[in-house]
């Protein structure tokens, strides 16, 4: 008889713990680059966000005449807040957007000079900072 030869392979434990290893080390360097990317999506959602709310707020003037005051903010495109009265064709929105950090748009108003300012505060919710807790304006 021949002899046969000892044929040596991985046992299945082995192959567990390499495939373990390669998933934690790919992880430890996918993770951070995912993370980038939902902080840079969640900033595009928000300009865009603050373009339709502009553009709402422009549909606003056009029937009223004017922006909402600086008193009755963003809650005038939701119910007649200012109660402008008969040109108020409204609900100009279905109920107020919140930026992706879940907070509140910020609505400024000027009477002077008929402007308005419009911008999120950014993920800390808070006035300046930098990087993804800057203020975001369109």
Known sequence: MKKMKKISAFSLMELLIVISI????????????????KNSAKIAATKSNLITIKTVLENYYLDC?????ATTGL???????????????GPYLTK????PWMNAYVY???DSSESYLLKSYGADGKEGGTGINSDITE
Request: charged share 20%; hydrophobic share 45%.
């Open 22 to 37: 390669i998933v934690i080390l790919s992880g430890a360097f996918l993770i951070p680059r995912f993370v980038g990317v």
């Open 65 to 69: 005449g004017k922006y909402p005051s």
């Open 75 to 89: 809650k005038a495109l939701v119910e007649d807040a200012d109660s402008v009265g008969i040109a108020w064709s």
């Open 96 to 99: 107020l957007p919140k930026d």
């Open 108 to 110: 400024t108003y000027e």
